[in-house]
């Protein structure tokens, strides 16, 4: 059985979020209409949220524990967040795990990527190497040898 790692499992709560959301709003014989939020999250929310998230960036962040942080549900926690915020809650998290691990690879005391990994809350080094590459075009051993 494959495990997955927190991001993983963020975005997949967050796409069974959404697809419930749509076959309720599109295939339920007596529908409700659900309000729509404009604007995104107040201020106040959006630091609660962000700071919730650097304090644990290196635990797993379920999307339902930053909703309920809200008290609100996923759908419009997403929602309201993308739009303070430009992208969804797992790729923000992803690129804030990316910008600590960068921070780490420029410290003088040379730090493993393994543990890197594992203190920015990446399932394993393998999980870094990806999303670091995806985000900055370079592997974090290329990245701290460039140092």
């Known amino acids: 059985m494959k495990t997955t790692g927190p991001v993983e499992q963020l975005y997949t709560d967050s796409f069974l979020n959404a697809v419930a959301v749509h076959l309720l709003k599109n295939h339920v014989a007596c529908k409700r209409d659900i309000p729509d939020y404009d604007g995104g999250l107040s201020r106040y929310q959006l630091r609660r949220t962000i700071d919730y998230i650097r304090t644990h960036l ?4 379920k999307l339902a524990d930053l909703a309920e942080l809200l008290g609100m549900s996923q759908y419009y926690f997403c ?14 998290i992803i690129q804030q795990r990316v910008e600590q691990a960068k921070w780490l690879l420029r410290q003088p005391q040379k730090i493993s990527i393994a543990a890197i990994a594992l203190e920015c809350g990446f399932a394993n080094q393998s999980a870094l190497n990806k999303h670091f590459r995806n985000l900055t075009g370079t592997t974090p051993n290329a990245y701290r040898k460039r140092l």
């Not at 290196?58 to 962040?61: N, S």
Request: hydrophobic share 30%; glycine share 6%.
């Open 58 to 61: 290196d635990q797993d962040i």
């Open 79 to 92: 929602r309201l967040f993308r739009q303070s915020m430009g992208v969804p809650p797992y790729k923000y």
